[in-house]
């Protein structure tokens, strides 16, 4: 053993020590004293009072700017929903008589297998068509056209706002050093955090909803606009200087061009993120599939919440293969000539059948709304499935939750809660030091001060005993998952297949199954996180092993190491740095996941967000929201560190 690791084995020792000692210990030492207390909720509550009730901008008001620019983002999104959903209509109620009727369902999907033979083929045309067909079949149809009417105007905006900061970052490397911490946070900080001051600020109802869906899908975006206009070819660029382009004129017909395939794969992160907020923005008005979720959670309807959350995967799915379709598509020129029909024929159909299918309509009701008697409902599957699971399977079910709960759980959470504050601060700046030096080691301890100063110590040790548990386990499955995708063609497509199926459910979807088969608690939020973080450490470590250069394993062979000896002693610690940020990664998704398993029962900081939700403070949830952010910062600088030290140390870097 190393010195640095014997150093660390001697503070983990004393750590359980000092944990069996925690009875004999001053109450100070276990709970940070009131003396070093803030009220940063206080402050932050007043600072938005002010804000709201009191600050002016211009000649108006912040409370009435932001209404006005709620009332600008209503009419597209109006608009939006009449086309969908709801058609235009007189009258209110049970006397309100249609004018002109909604898309029908026929046009919708018509539409929609346009957009796949378009994007890609007509595999993908079919594979639309049968995912939104699935949603008329099976009663989804209106709740999902909600959610398409939010997503359709929220990934617009995040895609422009993203491309705008991004550009700029990219003109400007100082503005770029600014918006970094400002992107960190808005990537860290749990959605649940911002809804609070965004309700105060746009009031209740599906528009605060799409600002939420837009500030949280953004910042991937961002990031990534920046590195397309970065990686533009150097010699594209001097060229266009060389013919006297303008500096718009270079951004225009020569960097976003060229950088638009990579700019697409942004897009497809907006849509993404933008239906993962569908649940958690329909607690704030947004409506929708979400909505159908999060009251089927509240009843505890299995069934209800299976059929809606299915709903939500399908979507999940078709969307995210038909931007990815569009993403490998851009740039391509279209060399048709004729007129515009001739050049559009796709789009002259689906135009052609929203008007046929309109007029239809008035006369066969079916033709305009699925019928009723056709819908196919499967609640009484899902629920009867629960039930037999729960009847047959309740002692194994029991017995493996309990075996975890009790020798891995509770014993974890025993034991960083028995730990001494100043203890903690310690080892986490020490930690810091020993990774990246002073700066690092500074990071680390006004972090961890923040977190003692707001007086939810408990909270913060128990969302990192969850997210400790939960990313071990997650690493445990993960990377042997990864090792055997890189080593096996076919095992790494079922792998690759079951890892995509895992990124496009949204988070609450999760949450569904384990409720109903372990109930609520600590361990249903484990699995839940586990499921939901578990894509990273497999990719990463299938990726860090795949990029290892074949003439080492070739060298390692030819010295007679066997399989297992090349793997151990060559491929994963060639690995470790890819496989680090991979756990790195599994700790950002553990977290921010943990802010919606507070629905579940736990009593960690996510459940301190959702309760500030509940009752609309806005102090306590940005100030528990921040909490987290800085565990999450923490765990980031530290990892990112240690992976950079491996790389140094392998001779991976320069």
């Known amino acids: 053993m190393t010195r640095q690791g014997s150093v660390w084995l001697g503070l983990f020792l004393a750590s359980l020590g000092l944990a069996l000692l925690a009875p004999r210990l001053p109450a100070w030492a276990l709970d940070p004293p009131d003396a070093i207390l803030l009220d940063m909720s206080g402050w ?41 959903v709801d058609g235009i209509t007189e009258g209110r109620g049970r006397r309100a008589t249609t004018i002109v009727p909604p898309i029908s369902w026929i046009a919708v999907i018509t539409a929609m297998v346009a957009l796949g033979i378009y994007a890609r083929n007509i595999w993908l045309g079919l594979l639309m068509g049968v995912l939104f ?29 993203g491309l705008a900061l991004g550009t700029a970052a990219y003109l400007s490397p100082r503005f770029n050093r600014a918006m970094s911490p400002m992107l960190d946070l808005m990537q860290t900080v749990p959605t649940f955090a911002y809804l609070v001051p965004i309700l105060f600020l746009f009031g209740f109802g599906p528009v605060a909803a799409l600002i939420a869906t837009v ?48 700019l697409m794969v942004g897009v497809n992160q907006v849509i993404m993120l933008s239906l993962n907020m569908v649940i958690i923005a329909s607690m704030i008005g947004a409506g929708g599939l979400g909505f159908d979720v999060l009251n089927a959670l509240r009843r505890l ?93 309740y002692d194994q079910l029991e017995s493996f939750k309990n ?5 891995v759980l509770l014993p974890t959470k025993r034991f960083l809660l028995a730990l001494p504050w100043p203890w903690v601060m310690a080892l986490v700046t020490l930690a810091g030091w ?83 088969l372990f109930r609520v608690g600590d361990f249903s939020a484990m699995i839940a996180v586990v499921l939901y973080a578990l894509a990273p450490a497999v990719r990463y470590a299938a990726h860090g092993l795949r990029s290892i250069p074949s003439e080492l394993i070739e ?47 736990t009593r960690d900081l996510g459940q301190q967000v959702y309760a500030a939700l509940a009752t609309a403070d806005t102090g306590a949830g940005v100030v528990a929201g921040v909490s987290v952010a800085a565990i999450a910062i923490i765990a980031d600088r530290l990892i990112a560190a240690g992976a950079n030290r491996a790389r140094a140390r392998l001779g991976m870097t320069s």
């Not at 266009?240 to 225009?252: E, F, I, K, N, W």
């Not at 075996?403 to 020798?407: C, G, K």
């Not at 080691?441 to 548990?469: D, K, N, P, R």
């Not at 990313?471 to 790494?492: C, H, R």
């Open 434 to 516: 020993q990774l990246g030096r002073g700066r690092l080691a500074l990071l680390c301890l006004a972090l961890t001060a923040f977190l003692a100063t707001t007086g939810l110590w408990e909270q913060a040790m128990t969302t990192v005993y969850l997210c400790g548990i939960s990313v071990v386990i997650a690493a445990i499955i993960g990377i042997p998952l990864g090792i055997l995708a890189a080593s096996n063609a076919t095992a790494g497509k079922v792998i690759g297949g079951f890892i995509d199926t895992l990124q496009t459910l949204p988070s609450f979807v999760y949450l569904i199954p384990v409720v109903m």
């Open 403 to 407: 075996l975890l709960l009790l020798n």
């Open 133 to 161: 067909a699935y949603l008329a079949v099976f009663g989804q149809w209106e709740s999902a056209m909600v959610t398409l009417a939010s997503i359709i105007i929220a990934v617009p905006m995040g895609v422009v706002g």
């Open 555 to 601: 060298a390692g062979t030819v010295c007679g190491c066997t399989r297992w000896q090349v793997l151990r002693r060559i491929r994963l610690p060639m690995a470790l740095p890819d496989i680090m940020l991979g756990i790195n990664q599994t700790i950002m998704l553990a977290l921010s996941m943990l802010v919606i398993t507070a629905l579940v029962g």
């Open 44 to 84: 932050v509550s007043a600072g938005m009072d002010w804000l709201v009730n009191r600050a002016t901008f211009g000649l108006f008001t912040v409370k009435e700017a932001t209404r006005g620019i709620a009332a600008m983002i209503e009419l597209p999104y109006d608009a939006t929903r009449i086309a969908l």
């Open 301 to 393: 309807d299995i069934g209800k919440g299976v059929e809606a959350g299915v709903a939500i995967t399908v979507m999940a799915v078709a969307l995210d293969r038909l931007s990815q379709a569009l993403a490998k598509r851009a740039g391509v020129p279209d060399l048709r000539n004729g007129s515009w029909v001739q050049r559009h024929p796709k789009t002259t159909l689906v135009v052609a059948v929203i008007v046929i299918t309109g007029l239809v309509g008035l006369v066969m009701p079916w033709v305009q709304t699925y019928p009723k008697e056709a819908m196919i409902s499967t609640r009484g599957f899902w629920a009867d499935l629960v039930k037999n699971i729960n009847v047959n399977y």
């Open 215 to 262: 500030i949280y899908a953004m910042p991937p975006m961002v990031r990534i606009t920046t590195m397309a206009l970065n990686a533009v070819p150097a010699e594209l660029k001097e060229f266009s200087l060389m013919v006297g382009c303008t500096g718009a004129q270079r951004l225009r017909k020569v960097l976003l061009p060229t950088a638009l395939p990579d």
